[in-house]
Nanobody
Framework: QVQLVESGGGLVQAGGSLRLSCTAS????????MGWYRQAPGKQRELVAT???????NYADSVSGRVTISRDNAKNTVYLQMNSLRPEDTAVYSC???????????????WGQGTQVTVSS
């Protein structure tokens, strides 16, 4: 069983910064892409950023230039550094990971439970 656990959320004033972390635990062969998504109240979940195992990032237009996604493959951890936060960034932020099991037959995407980010104006 694979688990993803996020940390680093909280309350911050507009213009502030937060760094989110997400660590995968369990027994598996490899983690492929990892990513961050967010869901604000009354809205659909949306992409924030993804990062391939090789280090190629992809950012949503709404956060491009303000966030940086990175990962430590040895620690099975992905990070999201968020700067210049805005009230509209308020949401539950969840990470996901594409995990390949020891049989190496396919990839299963796992999700964390999410961490709340609240940006006050």
């Amino acid at each position: 069983q694979v688990q993803l656990v996020e940390s680093g959320g909280g309350l911050v004033q507009a213009g502030g910064s937060l760094r989110l972390s997400c660590t995968a635990s369990g027994s598996f062969f490899r983690i492929n892409a990892m990513g961050w998504y967010r869901q604000a109240p009354g809205k659909q979940r949306e992409l924030v950023a993804t990062l391939t195992r090789g280090g190629n990032p992809n950012y949503a237009d709404s956060v491009s230039g303000r966030v940086t996604i990175s990962r430590d493959n040895a620690k099975n951890t992905v990070y999201l550094q968020m700067n210049s936060l805005r009230p509209e960034d308020t949401a539950v932020y969840s990470c996901n990971a594409g995990v390949v099991g020891w049989a190496k037959l396919n990839e299963i995407v796992y999700w964390g439970q999410g961490t709340q980010v609240t940006v006050s104006s």
